[in-house]
């Protein structure tokens, strides 16, 4: 296309996005879980707050958005190897969901309503200030999941100080001095507290700091440079974790451990929620690189809300440090002695709460008790308890204090993990837990109870019983709970209702499966683990052996002279028609030195060895047995894997041993994998027969598969068959003060789209079909979606036409045909209907002839707020629709056989397009911003001439061309766009 092209306002082009908030647009699955929608997404507080702010008056909130990072499993994997998949989930999933928002919040900024805003990825959202209007407008976004204050009233959980007494019963009462007899006083961990600080002049705390500029964080920057604490409460609680005996006591839990510290108390001993993300933020990854393991073992937290009740506003953040193997020690709280004291966030579902006893194993007056109705860790409020009064420690000015309070007997177990994992490096945080739970010596009532929890810290006992303890399954993730969506009523079709769902579990995974055969490939010296191979079955301490690595010293994954083998028959079950969504491969190897690097690269394949995925590699391999992990849940080796593919007869894992020295020995105890997909969601009724009334999940959005109402979302999931209303869209139109930028078209302009006929674009092999969806990636096309024919994804018939395309992500999206299609398992589709493929089974999402449209077919569809918007395809009004009828007018669906013109396209309508302009493809973004493509060349106002295999761009009164397809190759007739949606 060459025509000469005028600037255009920016208004929503920055945020043309916000439709497609939910899923992230990648052929790849998404590593993240969606929380349910909200309607009422403000803190009630907050709202009441927001409706007096002064126009001109900004406040701070904490904005969270719904994608939660799928945060993998930690199982055999060695500390730093954990948390360095952790940090790479959450800062994998925060990249790649936040850019909408952003931008949003930068053009709010260049507008000033906007003063200042910091993303998060131990959270997935942001710190806002912000005006009220811009907070609401906010909270209109699909994916935001919630809008609370920054302010907070915190509070440090201890009592005032009591007279002198004995020094440290408290010490012996927990059985620390026995651990320290086997050797083990907390060396090679680190300890940190979330607290007011840390006064480093004190000679029991000054040498057992860490140092460096990893080991301090002052998020307010009033200290920035080296540990203080103003007020001596994170003082008293460093002491009892880790100080020595230099007053002539010992004092601390764990005297051989080193500490750092994050303050979340400002001078005037006051915090924000701000504050303490970045503090837990800060803890995952203290210098910003998550190569480097400079994590905490330990993490205390003495501190809670000034109130009992439930705050949920940190558990993303004790979830992530959870899965990154830390276990998050809190306090009980002072709110005692009455029931159902406790108090956020120690009855937070990941936390692990400490309850405050005396030294004769008596509860302190005022410890929190239970039940909580937050979660708690167990279900038990408190976890433990941990001896809090009398509790000699260090103070300011290096002197020592008697402190009492739950304060004080959190740090008793913090400390005592220190010991336990100077034992066992590699624990989990459940394994952690459980060891601690297990062990406790039982107090009051039998059993546990909410005033004792499980019983007292032992930590012998713990110790002891860490060997014996069974094998770790994997905690489920909280089951978060969204608020009800409205009910309306349906008038149904012939088509059965689909079992009513009771729960949307997330990803699921086989768990790890040994191979039941084995074979040496060429390669190398030609025999791979010619010593036993079939000991890599299963892991029992034998071991497969490859007698050196190969003919050559070589580490490259592709050099021949390398030793190979494979391995295969793992019988995994995955069931057929879910969403594979990553791979794993576990090696528990050891070698006979580290001289030469050696290591062990890895692939797969899918069709018994005939082609394989690109390799993974290990790290270098240790002279102990070890367990290496390659791949990850959400890590699909670059291949959309079926069930199909990963049975016995077909799935085989190859292995080469590498090393830059050919006398290695490769030692392999197991070799296991763990398949990760989507369960489709479980049904609790049998399917009926219609009636003349119904009621409906109202329909999914243009961001995500439809949500229910509670439990874990998934990517797997079944909208309504023909839901006939559909909530009102509350995003709130943006200003339309806004500036200017130039060029109009979009950098790159991505862009998946189909074709008007079996052509392929530039540089596209394979069979072409206009059912086809191809993706242009601002250079290269490529084939997305493989629709018709034999062997494609969705085995439409060869004469399927897609002209309408709604995408969520590679295996979620609405079609609507240019003509009457047998869809597999649905029937015959017509051309005013639209359906919902969803990772393997199809759904009627809109019946046209049920709902009025039986003579007019759809010709553009675009599903945004969970309204259906759509042109036809002929000069024909739909129900109800007053006025001159025009194939190029846009009309959102109602519910049953209602419709509303939105946009008046042609003629002396609102556009002023010529009246031969139709409209066949649409994404719309609200009322005034939009993207169509046309069925045959059309002149718009203020740009001329547009031709069809282009995308025009409607900017709030002025156009401008998005995607120039003759420019991009698209020049052949039958290349013309019949249906797009944007990235």
Sequence with gaps: MKLLRSSVILALLLVSFLGPLGIARANSQPSYRLLPARENKIDAALNTRLSSLQPGTMTTVIVQLRQRANLPDGRGLKRRDRLSRIIQSLKGTADGTQGPVKLFLKLRNKQGRVSDYSSFWVFNGFSVTADAATIQEIAALPDVYSVTPDGIDITTVSSADLALSNPEPNINLINAPSLWALGYTGQGTVIANVDSGVDLTHPELSARWRGGTNSWFDPFGQHPNS????????????????????????????????????????????????????????????????????????????????????????????????????????????????????????????????????????????????????????????????????INTTDLNASYTIQSGTSLSAPHVAGGLALLLSAYPNLSASQQENALIASAADLGIAGPDDVYGYGRLDLLAAYQYIPSAPTETPSPLPTFTATATETATATLTDTPIPPTATSTPGPSDTGWQGPGAQAAISGGDGNGYEVSPTNAFASDGLFAVDNNSGTTTSTLCTDSGKDRHKFYNYNLVVPAGTMIQGIQVRLDAKVDSTVGAPKVCVSLSGDHGATWSAWKMTPTLETTLASYIVGGASDTWGNNWTADQLSS?????????????????????WIAVDVFFASS????????????????????????????????????????DTPTSIPTNTATALASSTPTITPTSSPGSPLYFSTLGNTNPPGVSGTADDADIYFFDGSTFSRSLDASGTGSLLALPSGANVDGFDRVDATHFYLSFAGSVAVPGLGTVDDEDVVFYNAGTWSLFFDGSVNGLASTDLDAISIVGGKLYFSTDTNTLPPGVSGSADDADIYVWNGGSSYTRVVDASGSGSLGLASSADVDGLVRVDATHFYVSFNADTTVPGLGAVQDEDVAYYNGGTWSVYFDGTAKGLTASNLDLDAFDLP
């Design 227 to 390: 540990p203080i604490d103003l007020s001596g409460h994170g003082t008293w609680t460093m002491g009892v974790m880790l100080g020595g005996d230099a007053g002539g006591t010992s004092i601390g839990v764990a005297p051989g451990a080193q500490w750092i510290a994050a303050r979340i108390f400002n001078d005037q001993g006051s915090s924000t929620a701000t504050a303490i993300h970045q503090a837990y933020q800060w803890l995952l990854d203290p210098d910003n690189d998550p190569t480097t393991a400079d994590a905490p073992d330990v993490v205390n937290n003495s501190w809670a809300f000034s109130a009992p009740g439930c705050n949920l506003e940190f558990e993303p953040d004790l979830q992530a440090m959870r899965a990154a193997g830390l276990l998050p020690v809190f306090a009980a709280g002072n709110y005692g002695p009455s029931a159902s004291t406790s108090a956020s966030p120690a009855n937070n579902p990941s936390a692990f709460a400490v309850g405050a006893i005396t030294n004769s194993n008596s509860i302190y007056s005022l410890s929190s008790r239970g039940p909580s109705t937050c979660g708690g860790s167990t279900g038990v409020f408190p976890e433990l308890v941990a001896p809090g009064v009398n």
């Design 649 to 669: 007869a077909n799935f085989q894992i190859r292995v080469q041993d590498n090393a830059s020295d050919i006398t290695r020995d490769f030692s392999l105890d």
């Design 681 to 720: 969601v479980t049904s609790t009724n049998t399917p009926v027969s219609p009636t003349a009334a119904s009621t409906f999940t109202p329909m999914p959005t243009n961001t995500t598969p439809p949500p229910t109402a509670s439990g874990t979302p998934t990517a797997t999931v079944q909208p309504s």
